[in-house]
């Protein structure tokens, strides 16, 4: 019986970088984006319901829980807005020198925190 | 050396083996452009407190305006979780029921965006 072929992706054996951890961060935080999604939809739900059905949403979102998964669904939200920009950059075919990819890399990591920070900075004030 | 893999009129019709060309891919990147500005959009409203309590959330989501940006936001951020879910199907389920979990994401996500479009109507309308 022939040995089946390996297949992809063989994680254990592929010493992580910056560019292999934010294409699998763009995956990753499209999943949660996903679940995101299907959170926005209920929300819009519970508001159409009443005043009451949205108040126990809005408990559950601005509890110590709610607020943590939230932080987390903006933080994918902003890293996934800006690294989509850096891809449709390169369906551009524009930026593929290595240094260039590594910039962008760093420059997306940064924007994201910066935007995370400073929606959580600007929707507490 | 070049492998021919598709015939020569496939690749000049350019739909690949599949059938539909390029159409995921391309729509895929439709959608993120236009969830570009409706994200900033959301993420603006919500942290100026647009939703902070249901009287805001209701008055804020009756301004047509609003409406119209919320049910364009639900429908292309619905169909493009819906084709980039399915591209992780595709790409992690390596037996048959990869077909199936890109059945079950179209449909979830299908009824995601019609739960969600339904509210918003709903709202706009003060019902």
């Given at each position: 019986m022939p040995r089946p072929r390996p297949k992809s992706?063989?994680?254990?054996n592929y010493r992580p970088q910056l560019t292999s951890v934010l294409s699998f961060g763009h995956r990753l935080s499209g999943v949660a984006l996903s679940l995101g999604a299907f959170g926005l939809a209920g929300w819009l739900a519970a508001g159409a319901s009443g005043p009451e059905a949205f108040g126990a949403a809005q408990a559950l979102l601005l509890s110590t829980f709610g607020r943590a998964v939230l932080f987390l669904i903006t933080l994918a939200l902003f890293y996934h807005l800006c690294n989509g920009i850096r891809h449709l950059v390169w369906d551009n075919v524009?930026?593929?020198?290595l240094r260039e990819i590594y910039l962008g890399g760093w420059a997306v990591v940064g924007a994201s925190l910066i935007l995370t920070l400073a929606f959580w900075a600007w929707g507490l004030a | 050396m070049t492998t021919r893999t598709i015939s020569s009129f496939a690749r000049a019709r350019g739909l690949g083996a599949a059938g539909h060309g390029t159409s995921h891919w391309w729509a895929l990147r439709v959608s993120a452009v236009a969830l570009v500005p409706l994200v900033l959009w959301l993420a603006v409203a919500l942290a100026g407190?647009?939703?902070?309590d249901h009287a805001r959330l209701t008055s804020w989501l009756a301004a047509p305006l609003n409406s119209v940006l919320m049910i364009l936001l639900l429908a292309a951020g619905f169909h493009h979780t819906a084709l980039g879910l399915q591209v992780i199907a595709e790409d992690y389920?390596?037996?048959?029921a990869r077909f199936a979990a890109a059945g079950v994401i179209q449909l979830a996500c299908i009824a995601g965006a019609a739960a969600g479009i339904v509210a918003v109507l709903r709202i706009a309308s003060g019902a």
């Open positions: 992706p063989n994680m254990q524009r930026g593929f020198e | 407190g647009a939703a902070a389920i390596h037996s048959g």
